[in-house]
């Protein structure tokens, strides 16, 4: 009844998404109110029953009902629940069904806090929504049905591909996905403002917070992907240049691109049409990346299963809405009024730039990404496109924007002063090349390149401090007016300058871990001791242990360091009967930023077992940077004037005063 | 396994009825709106964005954050917008007639379209009569017809917690063994060996195991179990007539006739595998049981045998070559069937095997690495 009850609710909210995506669109042609307000409760009740179709599914999983073929091929009786859970989207059928959950939950929030929004503008906004909706669960029903039903149901599951039972895939997933579909909401703003026929300053107003919010989630949902590959994997690498990572760097940086052009629009009423562009173009590239990894062209983890039917349904839907969106942006784009002129040097201009490189960039992943499979799919030629080439083409953009982007924030709007900018930024250039004396100084080996970026990085950091003390005037004046001015800037000041921190703290960690990260790989019998970095890792010894699904061979190695005691580490190989495969759990090792990682190879019959360790310095701030990133983010969204709901009565607003 | 478990039918009225249910929520919620007259409802401008947009300006000319020069050049230029969004306003004004004529056709849109999508599309989809199936109402049901896969599938869970239990090892791996789950039972008798103990016989059942993975080949990997069989009971008749197979698998014919004919020397006489090493060794020509036979029934006799041996040794490399045909990713047995066709003497179906290989495992480069390493050894490398 549960699983049967959930296929039919998704059925339902098929029928309701194709309501909404044609009733609200002839109410608008008619000014009809009431039309028009039926994409409003349609999306309500089909964000109910997409939950409601998710839960179903998720006890389902829960209960190892086997009937259910989706349970069946990825679970397993004796799973722990938390992956019972998370297994729901550890494979295909599952995660497209969260996919389309977190679209209807947009949709469900458009419709719920809409009501600022012109009554026109939603309706379009939610019939865009629609059809996207409705071409995902046909999608869904007909190619990748996760309520489908074996009549003899089988005793036990096949289990969930062990490298996904991790806690990662309670958070990695989710995060991603709030991410690409968020995106769904500024495009289908972008294409309603099209069919309207015009876009203002107030429409860029209420983009941002959704773009903003969606980039949140994107930032960290591939920070947290990284992670995970960097510790479950155990390779300790943390970024492979692959297509599937790529597919969700492409829509970060347009994402990225757009949130800092609709700031434009916002504040200037300039760049309208490049915003739409770009709202649209992002989306798209949310949709390439979904198809790239669901249709099994590219085969990986996160391929769970290839199926050519499945291939041909998404690039089906990948032309319908990317062809359709460009063409309508060709055919209705010159309509749209341009405003705000800005001279070349000025915060409108640096932002240009900005979005000029980090669309560039784009390109470039999305060619390296693409290039490959094109050669294969039509000259039967394998390649690869690895590091080598992002070094020589993505690396060169991404200084110049690091580069640039201290002196963004603190140009003028309309006609700036780039002279006085830079004495401005003195401070910071200085502290970037004390740091890059420094690192040549202690630095051994490695390459040339590495302490400059190191002091590109310090200079992006002074240089988002330099701007808040520009901004309180923290060396100029009294503490007591600093402190009073530091309350009153703007949140999204604080958000510009964490998250253009968090660039460079990231860039940190990059160089340092690429440059100076030492690795020893060994052959280690009981009572052998490595030495790394400084450390003393002595094996104790091997022992077996049963856990809930699995059967696990741990090892037992002592850390110390001149003598001195400094932990235990124990990373482990886990093997997985019911799939009959195995996974490395690396064991880790804090020190401040830098990480100790041992990971273990196979053991032979000697009882010596192959042994990974490696020293990574600095190598946690390539995630905290995007962390920090994120907060950004938050900071900037949490500035109430960026409210999804902007204007509010002025006794609203005293009520929130406290708040701040 | 059970039969098709149909729904009993309180049930089955009860599951028609909740669908029933919901899609008249989900033909409400479209009629709600159609209902109301949405013209009474507040909804946003671009004048309040504005306003808004001013207010923030005097709130940083208050906290000091912009000089007074510039916070006015900012507000004359927000009035600007504001008063040309004033003004283009009312031309986006919701009109007031409400179109009774379209609102209809949306609620038999609603009342009629989407019971019928929904019907349309659930039916061919869903299997309406099948009951939910959970782990927990399966347990109870008692342990009637039990099949032998669900007695090994628990016997199997109990030793997922229990792996040390040797006696469940033991008496697993000859069960998974019948079955034919040769994998599964290679890894039952490795762990009955790690926690039962040595015993010559369990490393000969261990070894039969690998073997039987292996399409039937003694492998090396089976060949070296029978050795330590061999090595704890050298009288170990299971260890021994699959060390004769294996060196008839070598193509050592006479050594193969000599371990089983010592085998026979020590067999029982009621031992059950005495026509087995009888026959095999008729096959290897070594029928010396009866040593008064002219020299020419023995030749003819030695002809036919090798006739048998080389339709036995077809039939196994038959059935590995359909093996790999289905699961083509399998290294090692790619490299055994290149082997067995150069012992055959027939190096074009090698070469053959060898190139179906390479395609097989092509999208796995350490695969593909190992092949070209073992092809090397087999002096097919290039």
């Not at chain 2, 671009?46 to 000091?64: M, W």
């Not at chain 2, 045909?325 to 150069?342: S, T």
Request: with cysteine; charged share 15%; proline share 5%.
């Amino acid at each position: 009844m549960i699983a049967e009850s959930g296929h039919y609710a998704l059925v339902l909210a098929l029928g309701l998404a194709l309501i909404q995506s044609v009733v609200p669109l002839i109410g608008v042609r008619l000014r009809d109110a009431a039309l028009m307000n039926v994409a409003r409760s349609t999306a309500l009740a089909q964000l109910l029953f997409v939950v409601a179709s998710f839960i179903a599914l998720v006890m389902l999983h829960v209960n190892s009902d086997f009937s259910v073929a989706n349970v069946y091929e990825n679970s397993h009786s004796m799973k722990p629940l938390l992956y019972k859970i998370t297994g729901v989207w550890g494979n295909h059928e599952g995660s497209m069904l969260l996919w389309v959950s977190i679209l209807a939950l947009f949709g469900g929030l458009v419709a719920a806090f809409g009501n600022n929004l012109p009554l026109s503008l939603c309706a379009h906004v939610l019939a865009v929504q629609a059809w996207i909706a409705s071409a995902f669960y046909l999608f869904i029903l007909v190619t990748s049905n996760p309520f489908l039903r074996i009549a003899n149901p089988p005793i036990e599951g096949r289990d969930l591909n062990p490298v996904l039972q991790d806690i990662g895939l309670a958070v990695h997933p989710p995060m991603l996905y709030l991410g690409y579909v968020g995106f769904s909401i500024s495009f289908s703003f972008a294409i309603a403002a099209l069919m309207e026929g015009r876009i203002d300053a107030a429409w860029a107003r209420w983009v941002r917070p959704w773009t903003l919010m969606a980039w949140i989630f994107l930032t960290l949902g591939i920070a947290m992907g990284s992670y995970w590959a960097y510790y479950e994997l155990g390779w300790g690498g943390w970024w492979f240049w692959d297509p599937v990572e790529n597919a969700s760097l492409m829509p970060w940086l347009s994402g990225t691109a757009l949130l800092h052009s609709a700031l434009v629009m916002e504040k200037r009423n300039a760049l309208k049409v490049w915003t739409i562009l770009l709202s649209i173009l992002t989306f798209s590239l949310s949709l390439l990346g979904t198809f790239l990894v669901r249709s099994g062209v590219i085969t990986s983890v996160h391929a769970f299963a290839t199926d050519p039917t499945r291939g041909v349904f998404i690039l089906l839907i990948l032309c319908l809405f990317i062809g359709g969106s460009l063409s309508l942006f060709a055919g209705r784009a010159t309509s749209l009024k341009q405003g705000g002129l800005f001279a070349p040097i000025s915060r409108e201009g640096a932002l240009v730039l900005n979005n000029l490189l980090l669309t560039v960039a784009c390109a470039v992943v999305l060619f390296g990404t693409l290039y490959p499979l094109a050669m294969e799919m039509l000259a039967d030629f394998k390649m690869s496109v690895g590091a080598p080439f992002y070094n020589l083409t993505f690396a060169p953009l991404f200084a110049l924007l690091l580069l640039a982007v201290p002196f963004g924030p603190m140009l003028a709007w309309k006609r700036g002063d780039l002279l006085g900018v830079t004495q401005r930024l003195l401070a910071a250039g200085v502290a970037g090349l004390v740091a890059v004396a420094i690192t040549w100084g202690w630095a051994t080996g490695g390459s040339t390149l590495a302490p400059l970026a190191i002091g590109l990085g310090v200079f992006v950091i002074a240089g988002a401090v330099t701007d808040i003390v520009e901004r309180t005037g923290l060396v100029r004046l009294p503490f007591a007016t600093v402190l009073h001015r530091a309350r009153g800037l703007p949140r999204s000041a604080w958000g510009t300058a964490f998250a253009h921190a968090g660039l460079g703290v990231a860039l940190i960690g990059i160089v340092c871990e690429t440059t100076w990260n030492s690795e020893h790989i060994a052959t280690m019998k009981q009572n052998d001791v490595a030495q790394i970095a400084g450390f003393d890792v002595k094996l104790d010894g091997l022992l077996q242990r049963q856990g809930p699904n699995y059967r696990e061979m741990i090892a037992q190695f002592n850390v110390s360091r001149d003598g001195q005691p400094v932990s235990v580490m124990t990373p482990s190989k886990r093997s997985f009967s019911t799939r009959g495969s195995s996974t490395t759990e690396a064991a880790l090792l804090t020190r401040g930023a830098s990480q100790l990682y041992i990971s273990l190879g196979d053991a032979n019959a000697e009882g010596a077992i192959a042994v990974r360790i490696y020293y990574k310095p600095m190598v946690l701030l390539i995630w905290w940077g995007p962390v920090l990133m994120a907060f950004g983010g938050v900071l900037s969204l949490s500035d109430r004037r960026l409210r999804v709901g902007a204007p509010k009565p002025a006794r609203a607003k005293q009520r929130l005063q406290p708040a701040e | 396994m059970g039969a098709v478990r149909a729904l009993p039918e309180a049930c089955q009225m009860t599951l028609w009825f909740v669908f029933a249910l919901m899609t008249v929520a989900a033909i409400f919620a479209v009629l709600l709106p159609l209902g109301r007259n949405g013209r009474a409802q507040n909804q946003g401008s671009e004048v309040a964005v504005y306003k808004d947009q001013l207010a923030e300006i005097e709130r940083d000319l208050a906290a000091g954050l912009i000089p007074a020069p510039d916070a006015e050049a900012a507000r004359v230029e927000i009035s600007r917008r504001l008063l040309a969004a004033a003004a283009s306003e009312p031309a986006i004004a919701i009109a007031p007639q409400s179109n009774l004529r379209w609102r209809r056709t949306a609620a038999v849109l609603a009342l009629a379209g989407l019971p019928l999508v929904a019907i349309g599309v659930y039916m061919p989809l869903g299997s309406p009569k099948l009951q939910d199936f959970p782990l927990a109402q399966r347990e109870r049901v008692p342990g009637k017809a039990q099949s032998l896969e669900n007695l090994v599938e628990q016997v199997q869970q109990h030793l997922e917690k229990n792996p040390t239990d040797g006696r469940g090892w033991n008496v697993l791996a000859p069960v998974l063994q019948r079955l034919g789950r040769f994998d599964d039972a290679v890894r039952a008798y490795r762990n009955s060996l790690t926690y039962n103990g040595e015993s010559a016989e369990r490393r000969a059942d261990l070894g039969e195991a690998l073997s039987a993975a292996a399409g039937g080949v003694v492998t090396a990997e089976a060949k070296s179990e029978f050795e330590r069989a061999h090595a704890l009971d050298a009288d170990d008749p299971k260890a021994n007539y699959f060390l004769g197979l294996a060196a008839e698998q070598d193509g050592r014919k006479d050594d193969a006739a000599s371990i089983w004919r010592a085998l026979l020397a020590k067999a029982p006489a009621d031992a059950p595998w005495r026509a087995l090493v009888q026959t095999s060794l008729a096959r290897v020509g070594g029928g010396g049981t009866m040593p008064a036979l002219s020299d020419q029934t023995i030749a003819a006799s030695k002809d036919m045998a090798e006739g048998d041996r080389n339709a036995m040794v077809r039939g196994m490399v038959e059935r590995l070559a359909t093996r790999l045909k289905q699961n083509g990713d399998d290294v090692d047995g790619w490299l055994r069937l290149v082997r067995a066709y150069l012992v055959m003497g027939e190096r074009d179906k090698a070469m053959g095997a060898s190139v179906d290989a390479r395609q097989a495992i092509a999208s796995d480069a350490e695969r593909l690495r190992q092949l070209n390493e073992g092809l090397k050894t087999l002096g097919l490398g290039g």
